[in-house]
C-alpha cells in the first residue's frame, strides 16, 4: 500500500502473481448472438492485420493521387516558365533584328533626313535620297498640271485674245 494515498501502488499491482479471472457468459441455444458466444469468437485475430493492409492501401492511393496532382502541377509550371522563356527570346531576336536591319536607335538623330526648323535636308546619303524624291514628285506635279491645263483650257485667253502660257512650268521642270 501507498502510505501517503492509501492506495496500491501500481508495481504491487503488476506484481501479483494471480489476475482476477471474468465469468464466462453462458452459451444459450437458439440464440445466434456474439454476446452469448465462446469467446473465440469475439475477437478475430485478423482484424488487425487486415485493418492495418486497408489503411495502408488507403494511404497509398492518397500518396498516388498527391503525386499525380504533384507532377500535373510540376508539368504546368515547367510549360509556363518554358513560354516566358520563349516570349523572353522572342523579344531579344526582335531586338537584334531592329538593331541590324532597320538601325533603329544607334545614333542620336532624326527618323527623316531633313531639318523642319531650317527646311535644309541633310547632307547625308539619306539626305540626298529624300531631296531626290521630293524633286521626282514636283516634277510630276508639274507635268500633270501643265496636261491638266492643255486639255482644259484652249492656247489662248478668249477675253483678251492672248496666247496663253501654261501656269509656272519653268518652276516645275527647270
Same mark, same amino acid.
Given at each position: 500500500?501507498?502510505?501517503?494515498?492509501?492506495?496500491?501502488?501500481?508495481?504491487?499491482?503488476?506484481?501479483?502473481?494471480? +489476475?482476477?479471472?471474468?465469468? +464466462?457468459?453462458?452459451?444459450?441455444?437458439?440464440?445466434?448472438?456474439?454476446?452469448?458466444?465462446? &469467446?473465440?469468437?469475439?475477437?478475430?485475430?485478423?482484424?488487425?492485420?487486415?485493418?492495418?493492409?486497408? +489503411?495502408?492501401?488507403?494511404?497509398? /492511393?492518397?500518396?498516388?493521387?498527391?503525386? /499525380? &496532382?504533384?507532377?500535373?502541377?510540376?508539368?504546368?509550371?515547367?510549360?509556363?516558365?518554358?513560354?516566358?522563356? @520563349?516570349?523572353?527570346?522572342?523579344?531579344?531576336?526582335?531586338?537584334?533584328?531592329?538593331?541590324?536591319?532597320?538601325?533603329?536607335?544607334?545614333?542620336?538623330?532624326?527618323?527623316?533626313?531633313?531639318?523642319?526648323?531650317?527646311?535644309?535636308?541633310?547632307?547625308?546619303?539619306?539626305?540626298?535620297?529624300?531631296?531626290?524624291?521630293? @524633286? &521626282? /514628285?514636283?516634277? +510630276?506635279?508639274?507635268?500633270?498640271?501643265?496636261?491638266?491645263?492643255? /486639255?482644259?483650257?484652249?492656247?489662248?485667253?478668249?477675253?483678251?485674245?492672248?496666247? &496663253?502660257?501654261?501656269?509656272?512650268?519653268?518652276?516645275?521642270?527647270?
Amino acid at each position: 500500500m501507498n502510505p501517503l494515498t492509501g492506495g496500491a501502488h501500481y508495481l504491487e499491482l503488476s506484481q501479483s502473481p494471480v +489476475r482476477p479471472s471474468l465469468p +464466462r457468459s453462458p452459451q444459450k441455444e437458439g440464440v445466434a448472438s456474439i454476446v452469448f458466444s465462446e &469467446r473465440q469468437y469475439n475477437y478475430n485475430s485478423k482484424f488487425i492485420e487486415e485493418e492495418h493492409q486497408r +489503411r495502408l492501401s488507403e494511404f497509398q /492511393k492518397k500518396q498516388e493521387s498527391f503525386m /499525380k &496532382r504533384r507532377n500535373q502541377n510540376i508539368l504546368k509550371e515547367a510549360d509556363r516558365w518554358q513560354a516566358v522563356e @520563349d516570349d523572353h527570346f522572342k523579344s531579344i531576336d526582335k531586338l537584334e533584328y531592329m538593331k541590324d536591319k532597320l538601325k533603329v536607335g544607334l545614333r542620336n538623330k532624326a527618323g527623316e533626313a531633313f531639318n523642319l526648323i531650317t527646311l535644309d535636308y541633310d547632307s547625308t546619303e539619306k539626305g540626298k535620297q529624300l531631296q531626290m524624291q521630293d @524633286d &521626282r /514628285k514636283r516634277f +510630276r506635279l508639274g507635268l500633270r498640271m501643265n496636261n491638266l491645263d492643255s /486639255k482644259m483650257n484652249s492656247g489662248f485667253n478668249v477675253i483678251t485674245g492672248e496666247i &496663253r502660257e501654261p501656269p509656272m512650268t519653268h518652276r516645275y521642270l527647270s
